[in-house]
């Protein structure tokens, strides 16, 4: 059974810092990542996906990474900004291929 | 293209009654999924379906709670007699492909606020 573990669950920045959340997974058997953002009271909006058969994407300020061999994916914010702050979620889709499995977030502040 | 709809936004219920809550997907997608956010955890997989059928339950309770996805007409989840801890975030989400295609992105809707007093 896959297990999805973020840490930190929270993080306060300065604005302007570039930071790193961490995202790490038990069963190496996956298709594909995604990372996620949710704003309160908000879904989720797709930030990045990583195939299975790639080791990292980018847009914008953003940088994703994929270590299957380790069990772990990164999310790089690089210049953080106030309007980052949000809860950030990396998923899992697992080989069955249906579902996602979701890691419990990090709740980001970037302080102007 | 209207993002993924969900409605309605926020629901009361009194324990006992019973909660639908609806769901559109994109223009398009023939793929379907619900997940629940409890308070304080994280969103878990409830159901999966495509027009007509329901391919994965998996993450549904056994009882009280259902889903379809008719030929016509949104998705509905159904909670049937709610309790408290029904109270939690229910969170539709589409896709063009299945889940499991590689590289296939599954998109969101907003979330159905459900409170059981």
């Known amino acids: 059974k896959q297990e999805v573990t973020q840490i930190p669950a929270a993080l306060s920045v300065p604005e302007g810092e570039n930071l790193v959340l961490n995202c790490s997974f038990t069963?190496?058997?996956?298709?594909?990542l995604q990372w996620f953002r949710q704003d309160p009271g908000k879904g989720l909006t797709s930030l990045l996906l990583?195939?299975?058969?790639?080791r990292e994407q980018t847009s914008g300020r953003l940088n994703a990474s994929l270590d299957k061999s380790s069990g772990r994916s990164t999310l790089y914010i690089a210049a953080s900004q106030p309007g980052d702050s949000a809860t950030y979620l990396c998923?899992?889709?697992?080989?069955?291929?249906?579902?996602?499995?979701f890691g419990g977030g990090t709740r980001l502040m970037v302080k102007p | 293209n209207a993002g993924v709809m969900q409605n309605p936004r926020h629901l009361v219920r009194r324990r006992g009654q019973e909660a639908r809550l609806r769901c559109s997907p994109m223009?398009?997608?023939?793929?379907v999924y619900w997940y629940r956010q409890l308070p304080e955890e994280g969103l878990k997989f409830m159901v999966y379906?495509?027009?007509?059928?329901?391919?994965?339950e998996s993450g549904m309770p056994k009882e009280r709670f259902s889903a379809e996805f008719p030929k016509e007409g949104p998705s509905i989840l159904r909670i049937q007699q709610v309790v408290r801890g029904d109270s939690a975030a229910y969170f539709c989400?589409?896709?063009?492909?299945?889940?499991?295609?590689?590289?296939?992105?599954?998109?969101f809707g907003e979330g159905s606020w459900l409170t059981v007093v």
């Open positions: 989400a589409s896709s063009p492909k299945p889940g499991g295609v590689s590289g296939n992105t599954i998109y």
């Open positions: 069963d190496s058997a996956i298709y594909n």
């Open positions: 990583i195939q299975s058969s790639q």
């Open positions: 998923a899992f889709s697992n080989n069955a291929g249906n579902m996602l499995t």
């Open positions: 223009k398009g997608h023939s793929h």
């Open positions: 379906l495509q027009k007509e059928n329901i391919i994965d």
